[in-house]
């Protein structure tokens, strides 16, 4: 069952971003609750020690959405006969960020980026080459510039999901069986791509894995990111600088909390300098893939299942993630022999019978491996599910034991896939999965729609539902107190809470009540009448008013309690970005 954890009101309270951030202390009234206090604590005595922050290893060529409503967008800077691009989705708030390479007309290798990773809007300047933009009008269905109105833009939004007719007259095929979608160009201002400018809009960034130290000064942030991202490849930069300021003009990408006003879960580069570039007739005619439509006319061109091809008969991944990472390389195959050597060495290592076994347990492990790209961008904006923790907590534990399965049978780390695994699977992802094991409440957040915290996490809230689950003996056992007060009172009494009014002593009415009883009770202050009866306030009540221990406030303080536990356990798990990342691209390529 999928709950919304957090509703929009707290997205604007509590942004993401940070490890237990000055906001989040401030929810729970200053003080961060003992579990997370130790967890921050382990954290900073650790930080010394942890590596410098490096690039994720990524897919490649960054998949297209998987989603249809997610949007793609791609900036590109081509000066020089040197092409620079980035990539942002909207599903997975991830950046990716193409590597400078050389690039000549008539533009192949933009044209194969366009083609895979199909974004809705192809961002570019207005000063760009006559052949650049001859080659983007003549791809892209139409143009817009900065000066366009937002209502031409949404319009334009419509225009995108219109089919690009091939040469031959049919329209482009895809492997999932989907149609291919038109982008738009949009031009910006040639100094939103400039180097200068597009530094101080990466300066603005923020993602999960930052210190907290460092967030308002930039230039500590550049310092952050040059680990990162490569500063010396100048296309790419000012690619990126244009990707964000198209994206801050964007009402898609406004609800996320980042200073640039996007919502980032990672920053990743990747290279197409080795690629082999196929174009779709060719993977058509080579049936590399083949999609079978839906039998029904009416989900004909919605999708469809992988038929006869190729890519099925090599298909025996065990995890999404290897399923998408295979896919990429039949759709994009590399020609770097070293890589290709390193695939041969491991088909080789599991095609031998005596490491069937090792096979088998590799299979299963991977099999509980969630893709959680969209997950961690949840997580980022502020809203997350029930089974978004659980898929958090299967994968880290998935990813723990598998780096614990190749230490215990010391499997030989000249093969690179186990030496990458070593590497950055770290033994950080048991402690992930722990926390959120000790925290989430699976069973009681699913019996009652929301986040539910398990005992032992924090005292005070252990404390407030121990006091409601006795709420009603306690409370009768007052309102027998306040009868023996009233000597000669056959009527029923009940002790009841209303907001803003407090306890009160709520009798029945005598049944022939007309209307002009007199309704004073010596002790007793008289609030209201009502159908269900008479109510009333005694020295008692007010006791009960004036206490700390409010009980008639305790199911909100409950709730405000375990949504300040929530926030605090998104952001420790949101400061692992980078290792919960590199366990999904190890696990996708161990497991294909």
Aim: glycine letters at 6%; aromatic letters at 8%.
């Amino acid at each position: 069952m999928d709950i919304d954890m957090v509703d929009a009101s707290d997205q604007e309270n509590h942004p993401p971003g940070r490890f237990l951030t000055a906001t989040t202390r401030a929810a729970s009234n200053g003080q961060l609750f003992e579990y997370f206090a130790r967890e921050e604590e382990l954290f900073r005595q650790e930080a010394s020690e942890r590596p410098t922050p490096r690039s994720l290893p990524s897919f490649g060529v960054p998949l297209r959405a998987e989603n249809p409503a997610s949007q793609v967008y791609l900036a590109i800077v081509w000066q020089s006969g040197i092409l620079g691009a980035a990539v942002y989705n909207t599903e997975n708030a991830l950046v990716d960020l193409l590597i400078d390479m050389a690039e000549k007309p008539p533009f192949e290798v933009l044209r194969s980026l366009i083609s895979v990773v199909e974004p809705l809007y192809v961002v570019a300047s207005l000063g760009i080459d006559e052949r650049l933009k001859e080659f983007l009008t003549t791809t892209c269905s139409g143009t817009c510039t900065a000066k366009r109105e937002k209502r031409q833009i949404k319009d334009d939004e419509g225009v995108a999901t219109q089919q690009r007719p091939s040469a031959d007259g049919r329209t482009d095929g895809r492997s999932d069986g989907r149609s291919a979608a038109v982008p738009i160009l949009h031009l910006l201002p040639g100094k939103d791509f400039g180097l200068g400018p597009a530094k101080q809009r990466i300066g603005r960034v923020r993602i999960p894995t930052m210190p907290e130290h460092i967030m308002q000064n930039s230039d500590e942030i550049l310092l952050y990111l040059a680990s990162i991202i490569d500063f010396r490849r100048f296309s790419m930069v000012r690619a990126f600088g244009g990707l964000l300021a198209f994206m801050d003009r964007m009402p898609a990408t406004q609800s996320g909390q980042n200073e640039s006003g996007v919502p980032i879960a990672t920053i990743r580069m990747f290279s197409m300098e080795d690629d082999v570039a196929i174009d779709q007739n060719s993977l058509n005619a080579l049936r590399v893939f083949h999609s079978n439509q839906h039998p029904s006319a009416f989900k004909s061109g919605t999708g469809g299942k992988e038929g006869f091809s190729l890519f099925a008969l090599f298909n025996h991944c065990r995890s999404g993630v290897g399923k998408k990472l295979l896919k990429l390389w039949f759709s994009r195959p590399t020609r770097n022999l070293s890589t290709l050597r390193s695939r041969h060495q491991a088909v080789r290592f599991f095609m031998n019978p005596q490491n069937e076994a090792l096979k088998r347990e590799f299979e299963k492990l991977l099999r509980g491996l969630k893709d959680i790209t969209t997950t961690m961008a949840r997580l980022v904006k502020g809203v997350c599910t029930l089974g978004d923790w659980a898929a958090l907590e299967k994968t880290s534990m998935c990813g723990f034991m598998i780096a614990q399965v190749i230490e215990r049978e010391d499997l030989p780390l000249d093969i690179e896939i186990f030496g990458k695994i070593r590497d950055t699977f770290s033994r950080e992802l048991a402690r992930i999965g722990k926390i959120i094991h000790d925290v989430v409440d699976y069973e009681a957040s699913e019996a009652e729609e929301r986040f539910v915290v398990k005992p032992g996490v924090a005292a005070e809230l252990d404390d407030m539902k121990r006091r409601l689950n006795t709420l009603n003996e306690t409370l009768s056992a007052i309102a027998t107190e306040e009868l023996a007060r009233m000597n000669g009172t056959t009527r029923e009494i009940r002790v009841i809470y209303i907001p803003s009014m407090g306890y009160l002593l709520a009798l029945d009415k005598d049944q022939d009540d007309d209307g002009t009883s007199d309704y004073t009770i010596p002790g007793l202050e008289f609030v209201f009448k009502a159908k269900s009866g008479l109510f009333y306030k005694s020295a008692k009540m007010h006791e009960l008013d004036n206490d700390e221990s409010n009980f008639g406030d305790l199911t909100p303080r409950i709730n405000d309690c375990e949504r300040v536990l929530m926030i605090q356990l998104r952001e420790v798990v949101l400061r692992y970005t980078t290792t919960l990342f590199d366990v999904m691209a190890g696990a996708a390529e161990l497991d294909w």
